[in-house]
């Protein structure tokens, strides 16, 4: 079992520049790919970011491409996405979850473990 606890979110104005983090405990953080995905109010989950076992390989939304950089640090049991250049349309819970296949996969199902996410509001 993965627990997964996000911090990091908050007020910024567009433009602003916000450090998510996610700590994990339970497992090694190096065994699982991970992911940040988000939920808007009415909107469905979408994905944002993934990053495989080693911190090598990432994949991004086209939406946040040049703008967001996911991280990771295995030592820390933690993973992290610098969100930089911040939108309205960026307003959103940020979820980080983990994936058994190490992989930076972009499809929720696919992932085992989530946090409970946290709030991130950009103001215009």
């Known amino acids: 079992q993965v627990q997964l606890v996000e911090s990091g979110g908050g007020l910024v104005q567009a433009g602003g520049s916000l450090r998510l983090s996610c700590v994990a405990s339970g497992r090694t953080l190096s065994n699982y790919g991970m992911g940040w995905f988000r939920q808007a109010p009415g909107k469905e989950r979408e994905f944002v970011a993934a990053?495989?076992?080693?911190?090598?390989?990432?994949r991004y939304a086209d939406s946040v491409k040049g703008r967001f950089t996911v991280s990771r640090d295995n030592a820390k049991n933690t993973v992290y996405l610098q969100m930089n250049s911040l939108k309205p349309e960026d307003t959103a819970v940020y979820l980080c979850a983990a994936t058994k296949l190490r992989s930076p996969v972009i499809a929720a199902p696919l992932y085992d473990y989530w946090g409970q996410g946290t709030q991130v509001t950009v103001s215009s």
């Open positions: 990053i495989n076992w080693n911190g090598v390989s990432t």
